[in-house]
T-cell receptor
Framework: GESVGLHLPTLSVQEGDNSIINCAYSNSASDYFIWYKQESGKGPQFIIDIRSNMDKRQGQRVTVLLNKTVKHLSLQIAATQPGDSAVYFCAGYNFNKFYFGSGTKLNVKP | NAGVTQTPKFQVLKTGQSMTLQCAQDMNHNSMYWYRQDPGMGLRLIYYSASEGTTDKGEVPNGYNVSRLNKREFSLRLESAAPSQTSVYFC?????????????FGEGSWLTVV
């Protein structure tokens, strides 16, 4: 089966610093990955995705890196802001299903 | 732009009661999903429907049933609620069966079974 996880439970960063959130996956057949942000009391919101034939993708203030050799994903948030405080999940797609990790809580200190 | 809408937002049930969570999407997506989220844990797939007329079990299907009523709607039913089913439930949808298409979530349904 698929598992996606190995998140740190909580990451605290200073406002303005860069944040790096990591995720590992177990199934090398996963061909698509997504990062989600979940604020308290809300559903997960899409941040950025990456296909398995890529190793990097950039969005607005966010970059996702994929290392297929070690089955590892990371989400980099530049110039972290208080509004970035949330739980971040990675998800892998395989066999018609998305598999989610347990999440990393990002705390942004003013 | 509604996206994925699920109801109710909050529900308290007594053990043994039944209820149905409703979900509808207006994005013309083929695939729909029901997840549960427990404290400190990620989203676990209960059931999914890859296309209208099909449903399949996910990781934690026991105690639940689903119905893909039409392309827009996918309901989740608890026939005899148990305290272990206290959780936040999320409905989601995505466009195609194959990967490479973002999955969109509803705002969640908070269910407490006492």
């Amino acid at each position: 089966g698929e598992s996606v996880g190995l998140h740190l439970p909580t990451l605290s960063v200073q406002e303005g610093d860069n944040s790096i959130i990591n995720c590992a996956y177990s199934n090398s057949a996963s061909d698509y990955f997504i990062w989600y942000k979940q604020e308290s009391g809300k559903g997960p919101q899409f941040i950025i995705d990456i296909r398995s034939n890529m190793d990097k993708r950039q969005g607005q203030r966010v970059t996702v890196l994929l290392n297929k050799t070690v089955k590892h994903l990371s989400l980099q948030i530049a110039a972290t802001q208080p509004g970035d405080s949330a739980v971040y999940f990675c998800a892998g797609y395989n066999f018609n299903k998305f598999y989610f990790g347990s999440g990393t809580k990002l705390n942004v200190k003013p | 732009n509604a996206g994925v809408t699920q109801t109710p937002k909050f529900q308290v049930l007594k053990t043994g009661q039944s209820m149905t969570l409703q979900c509808a999407q207006d994005m013309n997506h083929n695939s729909m999903y029901w997840y549960r989220q427990d404290p400190g844990m990620g989203l676990r797939l209960i059931y999914y429907s890859a296309s209208e007329g099909t449903t399949d079990k996910g990781e934690v299907p026991n105690g639940y049933n689903v119905s893909r009523l039409n392309k827009r709607e996918f309901s989740l039913r608890l026939e005899s609620a148990a305290p272990s089913q206290t959780s936040v439930y999320f409905c989601a949808s995505s466009h195609l069966l194959t990967g490479g298409n973002t999955i969109y979530f509803g705002e969640g349904s908070w269910l407490t079974v006492v």
